[in-house]
Nanobody
Framework: QVKLLESGGGLGQVGGPLRLSCAASGRPFSRSTMAWFRQVPGKERNFVAAVTWNGASTYYADSVKGRFTISRDNAKNTVYLQMNRLIPDDTAIYYC??????????????????WGQGTQVTVSE
């Protein structure tokens, strides 16, 4: 059974850091793009960041560019999201996702066939 398990969410301070992790099990994702999305209740799920299967390329939403860094460790089947200089608008449920197709990049949520259960991030003053 394929499973993506996020951890590291919680309460962050404005201007401070948080680090999210996503551990995959059930199959290797070393040939799949991995991504983070976030969602505020009542709104659509939005792309945050993605890293290609080999870690060579990363992509970010404009709202997080320069503040967030995505990375992966294929030996551990884990992807990370380092979030710095947090702002209140970063408050959301963060979801880890793995592309259903190997060796391509996409920022469209529909293309990701595997999802974690989500982890809440709340940024306070």
């Amino acid at each position: 059974q394929v499973k993506l398990l996020e951890s590291g969410g919680g309460l962050g301070q404005v201007g401070g850091p948080l680090r999210l992790s996503c551990a995959a099990s059930g199959r290797p994702f070393s040939r799949s793009t991995m991504a983070w999305f976030r969602q505020v209740p009542g709104k659509e799920r939005n792309f945050v960041a993605a890293v290609t299967w080999n870690g060579a390329s990363t992509y970010y939403a404009d709202s997080v560019k320069g503040r967030f860094t995505i990375s992966r460790d294929n030996a551990k089947n884990t992807v990370y999201l380092q979030m710095n200089r947090l702002i209140p608008d970063d408050t959301a449920i963060y979801y880890c996702a793995a592309d259903r197709v190997t060796m391509r990049f996409t920022s469209t949520a529909y293309d990701y066939g595997y999802w974690g259960q989500g982890t809440q991030v709340t940024v306070s003053e």
